[in-house]
């Protein structure tokens, strides 16, 4: 059963504009959201994160949203840049099965097309 | 954030042998964990390598099949056994520090099983 979902596999978007990458889970247990970055033949890279107690959370081009009434979270790039491409990943820690175990999602596919 | 290296980087192997896959830090971690990205699937987690004693699994994972070592806080082994086609996955380390939230991801070892 998986718990935390990327819908979209894939998500292409024209350099300087916003790229907007959705995650929705399950388990109202959640208490703490990551999203990571994934190049090809690397691990994934840990970008940004959010505790379930806010809504926003904003590091420079990244902002992470937070909506705990509809269990979504999304990830805002602004400006999008080439270099921005690579597989997004989100993931949640379940508060209940540990202090530090993720769930991941399935991953976006980001092309930032120049 | 700490650095991560693991060993291979990828190999293939013949079915019904096994593989020990290292992971080194060059910093005192924590927590280590083991997970495995099957092709076009999300990361999940394998286990939960403890220093000086056995590791905690999830479900699904059983230590016959996943042996893991963790001597020291620096250093982890996760041996694949009795391969089958079905163990083709890349297989990632992470760590993290007590009072953090992040995983921080090796480079992954990329299994192809024959």
């Known amino acids: 059963d998986q718990q935390v979902k990327q819908n979209s596999p894939s998500l292409s978007v024209q350099e300087g504009r916003i790229s907007i990458l959705n995650c929705d889970y399950t388990n109202s247990m959640f208490d703490y959201f990551l999203w990571y970055k994934k190049y090809p033949a690397e691990g994934p890279t840990f970008l940004i994160s959010i505790s379930s107690i806010k809504d926003k959370n904003e590091d420079g081009r990244f902002t992470v949203f937070l909506n705990k009434s509809a269990k979504h979270l999304s990830l805002h790039i602004v400006p999008s840049q080439p270099g921005d491409s690579a597989v997004y990943f989100c993931a949640a820690r379940g508060k209940a099965t540990g202090a530090n175990n993720l769930f991941f999602g399935t991953g976006t596919r980001l092309t930032v097309i120049p | 954030s700490a650095v991560i290296s693991q060993k291979p980087s990828r190999d293939i192997c013949q079915r019904g042998t096994s593989l020990t896959i290292q992971c080194q830090v060059d910093s005192q971690v924590t927590m280590m964990f083991w997970y495995r990205q099957q092709p076009g699937q999300s990361l999940t987690l394998i286990a939960t390598?403890?220093?000086?004693?056995?590791?905690?699994?999830e479900s699904g994972f059983v230590i016959d099949k996943f042996p893991i070592s963790r001597p020291n806080l620096t250093f982890s082994t996760l041996t694949v056994s009795n391969m089958s086609p079905e163990d083709s996955s890349i297989y990632l380390c992470?760590?993290?520090?007590?009072?953090?939230?992040?995983?921080?991801f090796g480079p992954g070892t990329r299994l192809t099983v024959t």
């Open positions: 992470s760590v993290s520090q007590s009072r953090g939230h992040e995983q921080y």
């Open positions: 390598a403890n220093q000086g004693s056995e590791a905690t699994y």
